[in-house]
């Protein structure tokens, strides 16, 4: 169906004015549409959700139904008592014009209409110290939200997502089982230096998940995605001001979002540099992340959760890059790039990444301690 008559089974007031390809995420089609009548202008976001990541995309909508649902509940709850000092905005989703969440095309894929994040930008990069301690704070914001939400609401959106020892398995056995990955493997001595580093660290995928298994840990609502460009900053006052991307939102560990936004975040050279000389963790940033983090989410940090701090910042670019090559040795394309070569320098610089924080890691692990 074309996209403009699909996006008219949604109950959105105005004429549609324009549609146009929206955003850079690795995983869903985005788009933008703006409609306007005569006194009112509404933007909104259209998504395709991506039904070979997401196997079961209506438990994604279902997901969504109650991740936003209880938000906006505990928005209303703390403004009513004045407990709102943090301006925050949370999507919502807008009906089909008989009353559903979504609508499934022709194909079988699953299409939804959300409200966009106004006066609010999210960047691909790291800007400033002040950008970073604002995504700290917005993480922590929202982990205090969800917080207080019934694990038992929220389907498993993607089983396996984060389990890092999985991640690895996977890898022995597209190597084991793939003789195109061998070819590719043995093609380039790039590829094989990765290998060795994958290697050199198998006892680290085990870390969060042996605390887990030991009691040490335990799993509350986390985003599971909270990269620089899922974090929107407020235009008008440069505060964190919302979380997007919210497929993932399930009961996880807040070590997993913790790393995966330092990952993110304490690289300014960013996910697609080629040049790894310039690649490297900030611990200024790290520092300033932390400072916003504490602030909104420390109070129901545990000792043991603040323990397991280092260990997150240095698995989670590990287990990314793991991912990464592995999409590019079995030749998949889990994650949409647009040569294969762009995944194998992804898995470069997030290993460069990991390199740089296990040389930093007596620093960094100081400033942890100062938390
Ligand atoms: C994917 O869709 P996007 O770009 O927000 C991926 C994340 C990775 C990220 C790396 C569901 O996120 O886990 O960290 O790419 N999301 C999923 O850029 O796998
Ligand atoms: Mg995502």
Redesign the pocket.
């Known amino acids: 169906m074309e996209l403009s008559l699909l996006v008219g089974l949604f109950n959105i007031k105005g004429r549609l004015v324009t549609l146009v390809p929206f955003g ?5 089609d985005t788009f933008l549409a703006v409609y306007r009548n005569t006194f009112t202008e509404t933007q909104v976001v259209v998504q395709k959700v991506n039904g070979t ?2 196997k079961d995309p209506v438990a994604i909508m279902d997901n969504m139904h109650e991740v936003t649902r209880h938000c906006h509940e505990r928005l209303e709850a703390d403004a009513a008592e004045g407990r709102d000092d943090r301006v925050w905005q949370m999507p919502r989703i807008i009906k089909t014009k008989d009353g559903k969440d979504f609508v499934k095309d022709e194909n079988g894929d699953v299409w939804r209409v959300i409200t966009r994040i106004l006066s609010a930008h999210a960047f691909d990069v790291a800007q400033s110290a002040e950008h970073v301690q604002e995504c700290g704070a917005a993480l922590g914001h929202f982990h205090y939200l969800v917080s207080d939400m019934d694990p038992a609401l929220v389907k498993d ?2 089983p396996g ?2 389990i890092t020892s999985g991640y690895l398995e996977n890898y022995d056995s597209t190597l084991a089982d793939e003789p195109l990955a061998q070819d590719r493997l043995n093609a380039s001595m790039e590829a094989k230096r990765l290998a060795k580093f994958i290697e050199a660290r198998r006892d680290l995928a085990l870390v969060l998940e042996k605390a887990e298994a030991r009691g040490e840990l335990k799993r509350r609502m986390f985003h ?2 909270p ?1 620089v ?2 974090i929107m900053i407020d235009d008008f006052t440069g505060k964190g001001t919302a979380m997007i ?1 919210l ?2 939102v399930s009961p996880g560990l807040m070590q997993i979002d913790f790393g ?1 936004a330092l990952r ?1 975040l304490c690289n300014p050279a960013g ?1 697609e540099e080629t040049n790894l000389g310039k690649v490297s963790f900030y611990e200024d940033l790290c520092l300033a992340f932390c400072k916003g983090y504490i602030a909104e989410a420390g109070a129901f940090m545990t000792d043991a959760d603040r323990e397991y701090l280092y260990d997150s910042i240095r698995l989670l670019p590990f287990e ?1 890059g793991l ?2 090559f592995q999409d590019y040795l079995a030749g998949n394309n ?2 949409k790039t647009n040569v294969p070569e762009q995944k194998l320098n ?1 898995a470069r610089v997030q290993f460069r990444l990991c390199e740089s924080i296990e040389a930093r890691e007596r620093s960094i692990r100081s400033v942890l301690k100062k938390l």
């Open positions: 850079n995420g690795n995983i869903n990541v997401f959106p993607l997502f984060h599971g995605d990269k460009n899922n991307d497929d993932t995966d993110s996910e990314l991912r990464f889990y994650f992804r």
